[in-house]
Nanobody
Framework: QVQLVESGGGLVQAGDSLTLSCSAS????????MGWFRQTPGKEREFVAG????????NYADAVKGRFTIGRDNSKNMVFLQMNSLKPEDTAVYYC???????????????????WGQGTQVTVSS
């Protein structure tokens, strides 16, 4: 079973940048759709960005379009989320997600993904 581990979170100021990494072990992710979600206390986990196996299709939540960039390196079994122009409302725990089943579009619902990391905290101060 593939295990996902996120890293790169931290405390930054508004306008700063951060890059999150998701490292997979226990199996290849090269044929999987990968996603990033985030969650704040008392709220449901929400979709941030997703990328299909070859990077040919990418989708972003409206709240992060133009500021966040998702990428992947299948040779390293890793997925990344470059976050620019961070805002206080981006504060959340960010999770990496994996979907092995073939998808015709980028899945945006939590239950469409089969594997999850433990999350990494991102805090943006104003």
């Amino acid at each position: 079973q593939v295990q996902l581990v996120e890293s790169g979170g931290g405390l930054v100021q508004a306008g700063d940048s951060l890059t999150l990494s998701c490292s997979a072990s226990g199996g290849p992710i090269s044929t999987s759709t990968m996603g990033w979600f985030r969650q704040t206390p008392g709220k449901e986990r929400e979709f941030v960005a997703g990328i299909i196996w070859n990077g040919g299709n990418i989708n972003y939540a409206d709240a992060v379009k133009g500021r966040f960039t998702i990428g992947r390196d299948n040779s390293k079994n890793m997925v990344f989320l470059q976050m620019n122009s961070l805002k206080p409302e981006d504060t959340a725990v960010y999770y990496c997600a994996l979907r092995r089943r073939l998808a015709v579009r980028i899945p945006i619902l939590v239950n469409e993904y089969e594997g999850w990391g433990q999350g990494t905290q991102v805090t943006v101060s104003s």
